[in-house]
């Protein structure tokens, strides 16, 4: 199928350039790939033998007015068309196996019933044979392909398509069918005004001088020579620095072109601020670059451990920012602790910025725990005494220091400085602190809240084998991550989100930390301009200690914060130069086409386009907004909104080399062909590297959008999304960690493909996949030093290992308060043995509230007695029942229920372990399938047919003597003739 943008029609609002090429007309783009003749073939044995058959046995029960257990058969034909040959298989069975019809029922003879098995089993062996009906597909990107391919082909990383609704999701459970991506007339309107969008974000005047804002604000005790003297006011619950400890200057970056640097405004009035949590009215003046920018601590008060900030000599010390007051059974609006940001006025409305933090991991020594004793007087400690000054450590090693102090009504905090190192805390015994000191003199000085006093500093060696030792030496080895957030002050809190991945941070010595995003893509405040309210439009950069497990941490050392943007390194920036290659505005739309297209431009398609080009020049619009106007024209054709495979005839034909490229691309990194690809394309080369291409591809960081859109469609986990769960039952279970668990099946299908491993793997695996927030859910203790990336880990527990024990998947089918085992046997039918059970039957009555205090056995046997609820239950609660091992937060409970259950095919498990070993071992083949049967039902974009499951069940087989590696089955798929035909 090919259209042509000259016939389509614009919208009456677009510019006239182009009004009379619009590119996409919806009844192309709704129409169906081809039109099969839906007549019945006629069969004589049919009439004469099987529909009697039907009539006389089986019709009574299972027609349309009666569903006895859901099923009908009195609609069924000869066609064995596909939406009824599970249908026939089941029908087929029954009567084979004397099931059907029941024994109280008339029932047929032997011979009568032999004919009908034998008609049905011939006729199911030529469903498999029969070829699939293709005649071409025409399939709409997905919202997650179109924003991936905008951002390739424009190089552009502002988020401009945020405006795109979500897409459908297809009865298998992804999000690419055919069949479900509607185009609509709104969301062709969205296409317009998103093209017109990105356009105006990458096509520049290069004569204009572009503007830059660049700033450094550097932090440290007394920093500041000539701090302001107004007493600063952020709201309620900002806490300022003071004035002195910390500095903003305005850089010049030096630059290869010319541009304007932004100074920030310093002048201002307004009507409305705050002293303390009073609003104050009336009209006041300001003029300093300290009324435009601030340096504070926003978050929930109080530290469970030490003081969450402290500004010292050497910069601003932050302890890990716990991520939500929820932890400790309270609510807040203000953030996490040791929340330190950098609130300002003014930054760029769009464009790239950089964020530079410069920071260290401090020399830190561990508070210890209350309870904690303090060590008894001996030879071996260095006392300090209440005016000593000066103290000498005999030999270098890990100390612990008791510090005794006069009793007060209040329990003291203490600042506790040793040489150029500051400790502070609440001293609410002798046993304060473990750290590692040098040897020879040290100053030391101590000074208590209340009026306290330090009576008495000891100093006490330890040696390696004490266990205050052994956890100083897991501390000390542990490394801070720095991370930065963009976003807006509210009155109630701060609306951030994080730039990028946190970033290590292992090196006691000053390093620069490099953070670079689109600024767009962030939480803006978008107030009015002039907003007279001292408080309203504050952005905000945040800088942390990323919070992961709550383990003791050294504190991050923050020195300076500098930020720059529109961040471009060469003008006209290199997005604008992607799209002018050459001076003639006529090949810069050839190129771009051929770009945008992801193969060759037709002659007629180049006509099109460079004609909207110069109907544009003519009416006087310029070069670049006439190559804009056409540019629009192609971001909107379907060429680009659509993967098209043109087709001659109804029968399977090859893919043409760039069809291959584009599904190739799309499947496997969700977005568009590189060059390298498209080179093996044009040479006609690509078939022949498949395999090659493959390897490459999964290798690529790309693969990532695949697995971010594949294993989460697959395995459901938008259901978890949406999880309320009850905080009572399940604290540990915050916003927070339920980010990260969500993270887990998707970096773990990620890690069985990338690394080729068998299917078993994902059934059974001796390993999980966490990084420190879910092996501390796992209470996997300090098994990792991973930070947020999840690696593999040994638990050495039979109830971690493979997607069946992932809080995400667990948790998600249930209702947020108790397992839900129908949730999850429906869920292992359908996604992991691929034996789903049949839609359930109409006006199914809900359960009385009564049957609540019912156990699960017989809660499932009230519900099941209902008419029409066995045969389908029959298919789902066997699978479900030994879940119940599970709780709803997906952990195992600490008290084993009665998990013993039947399978469908009539094997018994005692519980969850024995139906994992019964998955891993005697159905891995089915297991197997289903894995390759959704990954081909995603790859191809389209519900797969009789004869194509059946051919995939065959060659599957094929990769059973190495394990069903996963890497392997993606292969199976792209050189299949499901991918390769259309």
């Not at 020579?225 to 910390?246: E, F, H, V």
């Not at 809660?859 to 298919?875: D, I, V």
Request: glycine share 6%.
């Amino acid at each position: 199928m090919t259209a042509d943008p000259a016939t389509r029609r614009a919208p009456a609002a677009r510019p006239a350039a182009w009004c009379g090429a619009a590119p996409v007309a919806l009844a192309w783009a709704l129409a169906p790939a081809g039109v099969a003749d839906d007549a019945p073939p006629a069969d004589k044995a049919f009439e004469t033998d099987v529909r009697p058959f039907l009539n006389r046995y089986c019709v009574r029960c299972h027609k349309a007015e009666k569903l006895t257990s859901g099923v009908r058969v009195d609609h069924l034909t000869a066609a064995l068309d596909e939406p009824h040959i599970r249908l026939w298989e089941h029908v087929h069975k029954q009567i084979a196996d004397g099931a059907m019809p029941p024994e109280d029922a008339t029932q047929p003879g032997d011979a009568e019933r032999k004919r009908v098995v034998a008609w049905i089993e011939k006729s199911l062996a030529a469903a498999r044979l029969r070829p699939t009906p293709k005649n071409g597909l025409t399939r709409r990107l997905t919202a997650a392909q179109y924003r991936n391919t905008l951002r390739e082909l424009l190089l552009l990383d502002e988020e401009v398509a945020d405006t795109l609704p979500p897409d459908a999701v297809s009865k298998d459970g992804f999000v690419n069918n055919t069949e479900t991506l509607q185009l609509s007339p709104l969301l062709l309107e969205a296409y317009f005004e998103t093209a017109e969008r990105a356009l105006d974000r990458v096509i520049v005047d290069p004569a204009a001088k572009p503007t830059v804002q660049n700033f450094r604000v550097d932090l440290g005790r007394g920093i500041n020579p000539n701090p302001i003297r107004d007493n600063l006011i952020l709201g309620a619950d900002s806490l300022l620095l003071a004035n002195a400890d910390w500095m903003v200057t305005e850089l010049k970056p030096a630059k290869p072109f010319d541009y304007t640097p932004f100074a920030m405004r310093t002048k201002y009035r307004f009507i409305e601020g705050y002293q303390g949590n009073d609003t104050v009215r009336g009209w006041r003046d300001y003029d300093s670059i300290y009324h435009a920018v601030f340096a504070c601590m926003r978050g929930t008060r109080g530290y469970p451990k030490g003081r969450a900030y402290d500004p010292v000599p050497q910069g601003l010390l932050l302890r890990p920012a716990i991520p939500s007051s929820e932890i400790f059974g309270m609510e807040s609006t203000y953030g996490p602790r040791a929340n330190f940001r950098v609130a300002l006025r003014e930054l760029p409305d769009h464009g790239r910025f950089r964020v530079t933090v410069t920071a260290a991991k401090y020399d830190d020594g561990l508070l210890l725990d209350p309870g904690a004793p303090a060590l008894p007087a001996d030879a071996r400690g260095v006392v300090a005494g209440r005016d000593a000054k000066d103290v000498t450590i005999p030999t270098a090693g890990v100390y612990q220091v008791d510090v005794h102090a006069t009793e007060g009504k209040k329990v003291p905090d203490l600042a506790l400085t040793l040489g150029d190192r500051e400790f502070t805390g609440t001293l609410r015994q002798p046993a304060f602190l473990a750290l590692r000191l040098p040897g020879g003199p040290l100053t030391v000085a101590a000074k208590l809240s209340g009026g306290g006093r330090a009576e008495r500093i000891v100093f006490t060696p330890l040696p390696d084998s004490h266990d205050t030792a052994k956890r100083f030496a897991v501390f000390e080895k542990r490394a801070p991550r720095v991370g930065v957030h963009l976003g807006f002050r509210r009155d109630c809190g701060s609306t951030l989100a994080p730039v990028g991945a946190p970033q290590t941070v292992s090196d006691t010595k000053l390093t620069r930390f490099v953070f670079e995003g689109a600024i767009r893509n962030y939480p803006s405040p978008d107030v009015e301009p002039d907003n007279v309210n001292y408080l309203a439009g504050v952005r905000e950069i945040g800088v942390r200690s990323e919070y992961t497990d709550g383990r003791d941490m050294p504190r991050l050392l923050v020195k300076s914060v500098e930020f720059e943007g529109p961040l471009h390194d060469s003008w006209p920036p290199r997005e604008h130069r992607a799209v002018f290659t050459d001076a003639d505005g006529r090949k810069a739309v050839r190129d771009f086409a051929a770009r945008a297209y992801r193969r060759p431009v037709t002659a007629r398609e180049e006509a099109t386009l460079v004609g909207v080009f110069e109907k544009s020049l003519a009416a006087g619009r310029g070069v670049r907004d006439s190559v804009k106007d056409a540019l629009v024209v192609a971001l909107t054709s379907p060429q680009f909104l659509f993967l098209v495979e043109t087709s001659a005839t109804p029968a399977p034909e090859p893919l043409d080399d760039h069809e291959l490229a584009s599904k190739l691309s799309y499947f496997l990194w969700n977005g568009p062909p590189d060059a390298a690809t498209l080179k093996l394309a044009a040479a006609g080369a690509l078939r022949g590297k498949l395999d090659a291409e493959v390897t490459r591809m999964v290798a690529d960081p790309r693969f990532a959008h695949f697995a971010t859109e594949y294993a989460a469609q697959w395995l459901a986990l938008d259901k978890f999304a949406v999880l309320e769960p009850d905080r009572a039952r399940f604290p540990r279970l915050t916003r927070d960690t339920r980010a990260q668990l969500r993270l887990e099946p998707v970096r773990f299908v990620e890690h069985l493909m990338r690394n080729n491993l068998p299917v078993r793997d994902l059934i059974a695996s001796d390993y999980v996949l966490v990084n420190e927030v879910t092996a501390g859910y796992y209470d996997l203790g300090n098994r990792t030093e991973s930070g947020f990336e999840f690696v593999p880990v040994r638990p050495d527990r039979r109830d971690l290992g493979g997607v069946l024990t992932q809080a995400a998947v667990l948790a998600g089918l249930s209702d947020g308060r108790e397992p839900n085992p129908v949730k999850r046997g429906a869920w292992l039918a359908r996604r992991i043995v691929a034996e789903p059970p049949d839609d359930p039957p109409p006006n199914v009555p809900a359960l009385q509230e009564e049957t609540k205090t019912l156990s699960l056995r017989e809660r499932l046997e009230k519900h099941r007695s209902q008419p029409g609820c066995a045969n389908c239950h029959a298919k789902i609660d066997p699978w479900g029942v030994p879940f119940e091992e599970y709780d709803a937060g997906g952990r195992l409970r600490a008290k084993a229920p009665d998990a013993r259950s039947t399978l469908p095919d009539k094997t018994a498990v005692a519980g969850f372990a024995d139906l994992r070993r019964y998955l891993a071992a005697d159905r891995i083949d089915q297991v197997a399938f289903s894995a390759l049967k959704h990954l081909a039902t995603y790859a191809a974009g389209r519900t797969l047919s009789y004869s194509e499951l059946d051919y995939l069940r065959r060659e599957g087989l094929k990769l059973k003597p190495t394990g069903y590696r996963m890497q392997d089955m993606i292969r199976l798929v792209v050189t299949s003739k499901v991918f390769l035909e259309k």
